[in-house]
């Protein structure tokens, strides 16, 4: 089986991380991109603005 070239990771806008909104994207697994901490400006409609969100860890899933 192949290895993953993706990773899955969480979005989370940069003021305020408790918020209700979040957005998943894909991040490379290997090379110089994946030890680089993701951001991207993007909309938050809580706020009804385009904001910085940051990258933060998956929450733990239950099975």
Excluded at 7 to 35: H, M, N, Q, T, W
């Amino acid at each position: 089986m192949a290895k993953k070239t993706h990773v899955k990771v969480r979005l989370v806008p940069e003021a305020k991380p408790d918020s209700p909104f979040f957005y998943y994207v894909k991040k490379p697994a290997g090379g110089e991109k994946a030890k680089i901490k993701l951001s991207a400006k993007k909309y938050n409609p809580s706020t009804r603005k385009h904001e910085t969100f940051v990258e933060k860890k998956l929450p733990p899933h239950s099975k």
